[in-house]
């Protein structure tokens, strides 16, 4: 899906830190610069700074253009750690988030010419979000971000959220809410605007009706990371280890005692189940039982994120990248098949 000359052009330098969906036929990655062995050791050092290393949005359009071309992107120099996500209101759109101190710059491609947004500015200065974003996602064709100190908003459109935290408490290292010494969300999902889901910190959960926001008495303190709220009418929740619980309102029950060192990074519903993967492999939750996804090699070894939108799943780590549509998994590329694909080009060049 990918020619040894697009890859060298879009790819070679960069592996994949996130991706979104904006439609079928339209997937969007974060490629972040490999570092170079200098750089390593300068990062060792405490001499260079991680989270601005050169960032590059990608583009896989699934219909070629007229040259053969189906890969493109744009640079991103300067950015901190970035975040993708998927808006299909009021127009198609990725929405590219970094955030900073006080404030997060965004980064819009689709329905238009790319460009960067208004940033999204801190409560303190008149803004809509309290904390660090760490999660987008797409819920009913909006997108939504949460993040820390029980961070919540909406985008609307261009320059245009709002925040969704209401009367939801203010939560700060030490609040005596459970105990919790972690402070906001790490992941949010949603049957609907009107039913909302919220989870992060040491079993913080809460539900949001479309007016005012409620706590959910959840059974666990673990660290909770990410969530999914599935086709079934049920509620996923993973946490330290991948420990999972499924259930909805105040009923829990716990289905996976967990032993995953890293967690689920990513939790999504795609046909009749969950998907939850790590960098280290693909998981699979099934009438409430969890177990290793049944894929090929070459499609696991994308393993690292994952994003449901328009009917389609994309999955995109270190190794590469792969999509499922109607039960069908398709490869995009394989970084080491075609790294070594360059190191031969290059020798016989």
Not at 35 to 40: F, H, R
Not at 94 to 115: F, M
Not at 154 to 164: A, M, Y
Not at 216 to 242: H, R
Request: net charge negative; glycine share 10%; proline share 2%.
């Amino acid at each position: 899906m990918i020619s040894l000359l697009e890859y060298k052009e879009v790819l070679k330098k960069y592996s994949i830190t996130d991706c979104a969906i904006r439609t079928k036929d339209i997937f969007m990655f974060i490629g972040s610069e490999i570092l170079t062995d200098e750089e390593i050791d300068e990062y060792d050092e405490g001499n260079y700074d991680l989270a601005t290393r050169p960032k590059r949005v990608i583009v896989f359009f699934r219909e070629p253009f007229e040259d053969g071309r189906q890969w493109f992107y744009d640079d991103l120099i300067g950015w901190h750690t970035c975040r993708i996500g998927a808006t299909n209101h009021p127009k198609s759109h990725s929405i590219t988030i970094a955030s900073d101190d006080l404030e997060d710059r965004v980064y819009v491609t689709g329905s238009g010419p790319a460009h960067e947004d208004t940033r999204i500015q801190a409560i303190a200065r008149g803004g809509v979000r309290r904390g660090a974003i760490t999660r987008l996602k797409t819920i009913d064709g909006w997108l939504y971000f949460c993040g820390g100190r029980r961070t919540i908003a909406k985008r609307l459109d261009e320059s245009s959220w709002i925040s969704l935290v209401g009367t939801l408490p203010v939560l700060d290292t030490g609040d005596t809410i459970r105990n919790i010494t972690e402070a906001g969300f790490s992941d949010i999902d949603g049957f609907s605007e009107n039913d909302l889901y919220a989870a992060g910190g040491h079993g913080d959960v809460w539900h949001f009706n479309g007016q005012q926001w409620r706590a959910i008495a959840f059974p666990s303190n673990q660290t909770l990371k990410s969530m999914c709220c599935g086709g079934d009418g049920k509620v996923y929740i993973s946490g330290y280890e991948a420990e999972t619980y499924m259930g909805r309102d105040n009923k829990w029950k716990k289905i996976y005692s967990g032993g995953i060192s890293t967690g689920f990074r990513d939790m999504v519903w795609f046909g009749d189940r969950v998907w939850c993967t790590n960098d280290y492999g693909v998981w699979t939750i099934y009438k409430g039982k969890v177990k290793r996804a049944d894929l090929p090699a070459n499609i696991e070894a994308c393993a690292g994120h994952l994003y449901v939108n328009d009917g389609v799943m994309l999955l995109a780590g270190l190794s590469g990248a792969a999509f499922c549509e109607d039960g069908e998994w398709t490869l995009l590329f394989n970084s080491f098949t075609m790294n070594k694909l360059v190191e031969i080009d290059e020798h016989e060049g």
